[in-house]
């Protein structure tokens, strides 16, 4: 056994020099071969074969130290490994935005606005439409008459948009917005589900011709013919027929909005009328103007080919805007007659006089003394009542800022306004354009004349809404001077 010589002076004395095991840390000795402490060979640098490799206290002994786990080198991947999980991330990023795509796109809602767009504009509309008819057969063709409708009536459209949306039917029942079969075998397919309609159309002679959009369908046979046509789609069709009756080449031809089974009348006669409205107004049969009516609100029309859908409106137009008269279904029996195509909510020539003679008794009511608690007219109405926004409304302010400066006038000593109506004319919106003149009288301080003038006003009045007046002055246009003179008393 190899025992331990003294160990030399420590590292921390002076001239001393520091010596220590490589392996285990522990201080040998100058001369000493192996460490004591861990069997090291100092002088070939390497664990003596009886001896452990391991520090050992002296107190206790440690475990074998376990070996080193080493680290495989990584292979990165080669070229046809990255292009094959490449390719597989591609995919999956296909197929999720695939399901995306198409969870949005064949929504109900999303295919209901395609729907509602290629009605509009006509064209494509066959992947849109199904049937449960055997004797409908659809195409875009059989579909143009829905588009010719509804192209040419945008607030109906929307109402079908929004009846197949809330309800899933149109408000006639010819239309149902519901699936039928699947895109892809995946995504629902949504169609409107239209229901064929079976009119009969009817005319009174022998002999003449009916036609379907422009195309010969039938010629009749014998008087009062009928035929019943082959099942088509709910839309708008143009019907004719045409013939000779007493000598005359007349044709009974409309345009037809066709969503039921019924029978359409395709007589040919003639009938005669007159209407009464506002002179001035353009008159219209079946959206066609025919002519303006006279200076006494008169407009004839003579031997006008009836039809059974026959309706005339009246139209007024102004600077102001257009105002029209309800639509007039015309009948048969209105023959030799006259038919009134009234303005709704244009207020009389009466009311209008008592109107605006109670206005200016409460402008006058202030040239006295100034005062506004004095512009009330005879029933004690303010003129403030007389305007929409009361005085908040400008024609308001500036009445008053007229009166009070007749008031302030040292020259003027008292005045006197009264007012004429001229004319009532409709306005848009269920207005009235009511043209009046007022008559200023001013008695001047120390003249022998009254001084009068003139002016005339185009206001436009509509109704109050149940006010005690019955209407107000929305606005009153620039006076327009017509008479200005000196009244000499003698």
């Known amino acids: 056994m190899h025992l331990t010589p003294f160990m030399a002076p ?11 095991c490589p392996n285990c840390g522990q201080p040998v000795a100058p001369t000493d071969t192996f460490c004591q402490n861990c069997g090291y060979n100092l002088n070939t640098g390497q664990a003596s074969v009886d001896q452990p490799t391991t520090p050992v206290q002296p107190t206790q ?9 080493v680290r495989k080198p990584h292979k990165p991947w080669d070229k046809k490994k990255k292009l094959k999980w490449g390719g597989i991330a591609v995919a999956i990023v296909a ?15 999303a295919t209901l606005d395609r729907t509602i767009s290629h009605i509009k504009s006509g064209k494509n509309m066959t992947p849109y439409f199904t049937t449960a008819s055997s004797d409908l057969k659809l195409s875009n063709q059989a579909l143009l008459p829905v588009n010719r409708y509804y192209s040419d009536h945008g607030q109906a459209l929307s109402d079908l948009k929004s009846a197949l949306d809330s309800n899933g039917r149109s408000d006639d029942g010819t239309m149902t917005f519901e699936k039928s079969g699947h895109h892809f075998l995946i995504f629902p ?9 079976y009119p009969t159309v009817k005319t009174n002679h022998s002999g003449n011709v009916i036609k379907l959009d422009g195309k010969k369908i039938a010629t009749a046979s014998v008087d009062g013919y009928t035929k019943k046509l082959d099942a088509m789609v709910p839309g708008e069709y143009h019907l004719e027929a045409s013939g000779t009756v007493g000598g005359h080449k007349l044709a009974n031809s409309s345009d037809y909005h066709i969503t039921t089974s019924k029978t359409y009348n395709l007589e040919l006669k003639t009938i005669s009328l007159s209407f ?10 079946n959206g066609k103007k025919l002519g303006t009516a006279d200076n006494n609100g008169s407009y004839s029309l003579k031997d006008e080919p009836w039809t059974s859908d026959m309706a005339v409106y009246a139209q007024y137009s102004s600077t102001a805007g257009k105002a029209t008269t309800n639509t007039v279904k015309l009948s048969d029996s209105d023959d030799q007659g006259s038919v009134d195509l009234k303005y709704p909510d244009v207020i009389s020539n009466s009311d209008a006089d008592d109107f605006f003679s109670n206005l200016f008794v409460a402008v006058d009511g202030i040239t006295d003394e100034g005062d506004l608690s004095d512009a009330t007219d005879g029933d004690d109405d303010d003129l403030a009542d007389f305007f929409t926004n009361g005085s908040s409304n400008s024609d308001y302010s500036e009445l008053v800022s007229m009166a009070k400066g007749y008031a302030n006038d040292a020259d003027v000593d008292s005045t006197d306004m009264t007012t004429t109506i001229k004319d009532v004319k409709p306005g848009p919106n269920g207005t009235s354009l009511v043209t009046y003149n007022v008559k200023y009288g001013f008695w001047l301080e120390d003249a022998d004349y009254t001084h009068v003038q003139v002016l005339q006003y185009t206001a436009t009045v509509k109704d109050s809404n ?3 007046l019955g209407y107000v002055i929305s606005s009153i246009g620039p006076a327009t001077k017509i008479s200005d003179y000196h009244d000499n008393d003698d």
């Open 189 to 197: 397919r949504y169609k409107i589900n239209v229901s064929p309609v």
């Open 276 to 285: 009464n409205t506002v002179p001035g107004s353009a008159i219209y049969l």
């Open 10 to 20: 420590a590292d921390n004395q002076p001239g001393g020099q520091s010596h220590f």
């Open 466 to 468: 149940g006010s005690d």
């Open 61 to 69: 002994t440690t475990a074998p130290a376990k070996p080193a786990r």
């Open 95 to 109: 197929v999720a935005g695939f399901f995306i795509w198409g969870g949005t796109h064949y929504s109900r809602s």
